[in-house]
């Protein structure tokens, strides 16, 4: 049971590791980027023009059903 330990712990490692260089080198050599345009999609316009709510038109409905 041990091994499994061991193993999931230099797993962990690892992805801690890679994961920490990898914000290192976006500081160091990106400094200027904030995370905005990563999916090529701008969500602040898309979500800005929904207005819809969970609600919308059910009370219509409730009051036909009586």
């Known amino acids: ?11 962990v490692t690892a992805v801690s590791l890679l994961w920490v260089s990898g914000i290192d080198y976006m500081q160091k050599n990106h400094p200027d980027y ?3 345009g990563f ?10 023009d929904w207005d819809v709510t969970l609600m ?4 219509d409905e409730e009051f036909k059903k009586e």
Not at 1 to 11: D, H, N, P, T
Not at 43 to 48: A, L, N, Q, V
């Open 34 to 36: 904030k995370g905005e």
């Open 39 to 48: 999916t090529g999609f701008d969500f602040d316009d898309d979500i800005s």
């Open 56 to 59: 919308d038109g059910l009370e």
């Open 1 to 11: 049971m041990w091994i499994v330990y061991v193993v999931m712990f230099l797993v």
